[in-house]
């Protein structure tokens, strides 16, 4: 499983509220909806946010097991 919790300490370190990713950068409420709960988004969301936070994908997603979950 895919989990985001690193995008939220990533966003906090780089003054990136999700406020500023819907207005400035044209994220929709369903696409930070879908990141919150851990479920599907496509590569181009993802490289989205690599490239507004200036990081790279470990800085935002985690692959876990599902013993780990």
Not at 39 to 60: G, W
Request: proline share 1%; net charge positive.
């Amino acid at each position: 499983m895919i989990v985001f919790d690193k995008l939220w300490e990533t966003m906090r370190a780089r003054g990136i509220s999700q406020y500023r990713l819907i207005k400035e950068y044209g994220f929709s409420t369903g696409q930070l909806d879908r990141l919150r709960k851990n479920e599907n988004v496509s590569s181009y969301t993802l490289n989205s946010l690599c490239r507004i936070l200036k990081c790279t994908l470990p800085d935002i997603a985690e692959y876990r097991a599902d013993e780990d979950v």
